[in-house]
């Protein structure tokens, strides 16, 4: 049986949510529908003392041709989530890993200890992860180049 998040005993918990905020084009929301259907869900967990991560994709970086991802702002989650601070009114952090030119984010370093010590601390609302797309692996990217 699958379990539901109303079900789960979430006070104090850090919850990582799975969601589509895939509405990003050139740097700007381009229908709120996607973000807004979401909106109870965040607000329900975070009223039962949980404290959410939030991942997403938005659009399609890698390319097929050379084999690069590409990362740039008019694909990243920043509209969303000053969308999401103005909504719910609770600051959400964007942690900032390091990007390789081609291969995008190659992994998640210990900087986001920081940011869930802040978020259990409720020094901060939420964290929002970078895009997903941007990660190598995504999608089994590293498996298909061998890297």
């Known amino acids: 049986r699958l379990r539901r998040v109303q079900d789960a005993h979430l006070v104090d918990k850090v919850v990582?949510?799975?969601?589509?905020?895939?509405?990003?084009?050139?740097?700007?929301i381009?229908?709120?529908?996607?973000?807004d259907a979401t909106l109870a869900t965040l607000y329900n967990i975070v009223e039962r003392g949980g404290r959410p991560i939030l991942m997403?994709?938005?659009?399609?970086?890698?390319?097929?041709?050379?084999?690069?991802?590409?990362?740039?702002?008019?694909?990243?989650?920043?509209?969303?989530v000053r969308y999401l601070q103005n909504k719910l009114g609770v600051v959400?952090?964007?942690?900032?890993?390091?990007?390789?030119?081609?291969?995008g984010?190659?992994?998640?370093?210990?900087?986001?200890?920081?940011?869930?010590?802040?978020?259990?601390?409720?020094?901060i609302g939420g964290i929002y992860l970078p895009n997903t797309r941007w990660f190598e692996g995504e999608e089994g990217l590293v498996a298909m180049s061998g890297g």
């Not at 381009?30 to 973000?35: A, E, L, Q």
């Not at 959400?92 to 291969?103: G, Q």
């Open 105 to 123: 984010i190659l992994d998640i370093d210990t900087s986001i200890n920081w940011l869930i010590q802040d978020l259990k601390a409720r020094r």
């Open 92 to 103: 959400f952090a964007v942690p900032e890993f390091r990007v390789d030119p081609t291969r």
């Open 56 to 80: 997403t994709h938005i659009g399609r970086p890698y390319d097929k041709k050379t084999g690069a991802i590409r990362t740039s702002e008019k694909e990243s989650v920043t509209a969303i």
């Open 30 to 35: 381009s229908d709120t529908f996607r973000v």
């Open 16 to 28: 990582l949510v799975r969601v589509d905020h895939n509405c990003v084009k050139d740097g700007a």
